[in-house]
């Protein structure tokens, strides 16, 4: 074996450490709760051999066909130079796709799914480390008052966490799921061999004589059995950090076998003592191995609802670059990872809906009724976007595509709609969550759009601008000043109302406009364009990808490497931007309570000078008022 090929497996089997913690923590979890939900839950069936056996049946054929053939075998190959999640995929199929109605259904769908995926956020640290606390009443009912308040401890330690950034913490998430995995398996071979009938549970024939015995109600303990495959879309948003190969591997030999293991255990114990249906994973485990099997379940818990939270923070950055969330403060919490990131204000929302959520609904089981709808509703949408990528990147025959599609909606519609009747129940929650951020994605794409026209009204071209100010004989100064343009070859305001109060033009100007583009990041071959407008005039126009965070700064030193003569030193330039103080007039533009929504997030983003990186001594800026 080569030095070359040792690197390279060596790199792969600590890509796929690493990976395991992240990808697989949610879904991991799983069986803390899944099969208890099957036989104990609202929808729950009696615990008879041939339930067991149909539950174990579906259990088996939902990770096949919803976990394996369609996220590992047919998702996960629907990437976006690399990213993976459902604006990523949202944005490959709006990049293939024809015609304005089929772009509008794409955008609305993707969004959708990404909200939807904001109450995932909520949820699974609520109901992972419940869960996991829960085993505590096994040893002894004496816990049971301190259930709550110790998963709100352990949650409000959690996004504390979040500011101190994962790397250190990265580095044992790895281990320790291996260590679960392996727990998991050990306990369920363990109950396996005192009753190997349960393996019979892998013929599919379960499964159907289960949905027709049992008729609707039977069709309802699908709502339970889904909850084993909730980690399934948590993986491809995971995508963009690890490769395919390493997902893969994790999965197919790791995580599928302890999973599997351990479901066909609890499955066996039930078939000994049905009586244990209240809670099958902690009565597997051996009296004496009870506290410590707490204790690795509550770290299994918190490395799954680390991941999910991780993957909150950059489905906001990804929003917030689409232009669909106002500037928030991005803070980057490692020097060599760039997808570890912080949001301060997501991570308060989130730790408050969540505490919220476990001192509301107290019990994992009832948490178990509002788990699921949300994951249900965002799989079907990435069916959908997957057919348009199978159709129009993949260049798949329509046939080809509709078999593909069509078997995998039939899935995901089946969940859908057992998961349905878990809305009165607590599934409204997620939905209402999805609603809320849903009106804020439109509403600030809405408002935004409105004030670019009002501020495009009387606009001056730039090469009109520079004609005049070369012939007009206008006083120049010494030095540079670089003006932030939100369009190419359009006069920024700050300019005008810079040379209407202050009578002067520097020496030299350059115009930034920074474009957004639908891939994960830009190459630097494509970063920055550079054309000259007129004598000391320059239009920049640099360009990020949505999961790329833009810097100003960086974007003149880059000029000057390649070679760009600047009139001044890049610590002695001056950055001219407007300072906008939005005036509401309810003309009618937006709905009274938009306007309201609008104002409140537009007060509240980002500035301009903090998002852009801008340096505070050398910014001057130019208030105006916008009348909306």
């Not at 949820?123 to 869960?131: F, G, R």
């Not at 001192?359 to 348009?388: C, D, E, H, Q």
């Not at 129940?425 to 439109?442: N, Q, R, S, Y």
Request: glycine share 8%; hydrophobic share 50%.
């Amino acid at each position: 074996m080569t030095e070359e090929s040792k690197t390279s497996r060596s790199r792969l089997a600590l890509l796929c450490l690493t990976a395991l913690g992240v990808v697989y923590g949610d879904i991991g979890t799983s069986p803390l709760y899944a099969i208890r939900e099957c036989f104990h839950g609202p929808h729950g069936v009696p615990v008879t051999h041939a339930n067991v056996l149909g539950v174990l049946s579906l259990i088996v054929w939902t990770l096949v066909i919803l976990v394996t053939l369609k996220y590992h075998v047919y998702v996960l190959r629907a990437d976006n130079k690399g990213e993976g999640g459902i604006l990523a995929m949202m944005a490959l199929a709006r990049g293939a796709a024809v015609g304005p109605t089929t772009q509008k259904f794409i955008l609305a769908f993707g969004l959708f799914g990404a909200a939807l995926l904001y109450g995932d956020g909520m949820l699974t640290p609520a109901i992972s480390v419940l869960s996991a606390v829960e085993g505590l009443e096994i040893a002894t009912p004496l816990f049971t008052p301190y259930i709550i308040p110790i998963t709100v401890a352990i949650l409000i330690g959690l996004f504390f966490f979040q500011a101190h950034g994962t790397t250190k913490v990265g580095l044992v998430f790895g281990p320790i799921i291996i260590v679960w995995f392996a727990f998991l398996a050990i306990t369920g071979v363990a109950q396996i061999i005192k009753e190997p009938s349960v393996l019979a549970a892998v013929n599919p024939m379960y499964a159907v004589d289960f949905l027709i015995r049992n008729g609707y109600h039977g069709y309802l303990v699908l709502g339970a059995v889904f909850l084993v495959a909730t980690g399934g879309e948590a993986l491809y948003a995971d995508l963009g950090h690890f490769s395919e190969k390493a997902i893969q591997i994790d999965w197919f030999f790791i995580a599928a076998p302890g999973l599997l293991m351990n479901y066909f255990g609890q499955g066996a114990l039930l078939l000994q003592h049905p009586e244990l249906a209240n809670n099958p994973f902690y009565r597997m485990v051996p009296e004496w191995a009870l506290y410590p099997a707490v204790l690795m379940a509550t770290m299994a818990t918190v490395i799954a609802s680390q991941a999910v939270i991780s993957g909150v923070f950059s489905l906001t950055r990804q929003a917030v670059q689409l232009g669909f969330l106002p500037r928030s403060r991005i803070q980057h919490t490692s020097s060599h990872e760039i997808g570890q990131i912080y949001i301060p204000t997501v991570n308060w929302i989130l730790l408050a809906a969540t505490v919220a959520l476990v001192v509301g609904f107290k019990r994992s089981t009832n948490l178990a009724s509002a788990y699921g709808i949300a994951i249900s509703v965002t799989m079907i949408i990435t069916t959908l976007l997957a057919f348009i990528v199978s159709r129009n990147v993949w260049n798949w025959s329509l046939p080809t595509a509709l078999a593909v599609t069509g078997a995998f909606l039939a899935a995901d519609l089946a969940f859908f709609g057992a998961n349905s009747v878990k809305v009165i129940d607590g599934g409204w929650f997620p939905l209402a969550a999805a609603a809320i951020v849903m009106l804020v994605f439109t509403t600030w794409k809405k408002g935004r759009d409105i004030l670019g026209v009002l501020q495009q009204e009387g606009f001056l071209p730039l090469a009109q601008f520079v004609q005049e100010a070369v012939e007009g004989g206008i006083v120049r100064v010494p030095g540079t000043a670089v003006f932030l343009s939100g369009t190419a070859a359009t006069t920024p305001s700050a300019l005008l109302h810079n040379l209407k109060h202050n009578k002067v033009l520097h020496q030299q100007n350059i115009f930034i406009t920074v474009l957004t583009e639908d891939v994960p990041r830009v190459v630097e071959s494509r970063r920055l364009s550079v054309e000259t407008v007129g004598p000391d005039f320059h239009q920049v126009v640099a360009r990020y990808g949505f999961m790329e965070d833009p810097d100003i700064p960086a974007v003149v030193a880059k000029l000057a490497a390649g070679g760009f003569k600047l009139a001044s030193s890049p610590t002695r330039l001056t950055f001219i931007l407007s300072d906008n103080t939005l005036v509401t007039t309810h003309r009618g533009r937006l709905s009274p309570w938009r306007l309201s929504l609008f104002s409140f997030l537009y007060r509240n983003a980002l500035r301009p000078t903090e998002y852009f990186r801008l340096p505070d001594n050398q910014v001057i800026e130019i208030g105006r008022q916008i009348r909306l």
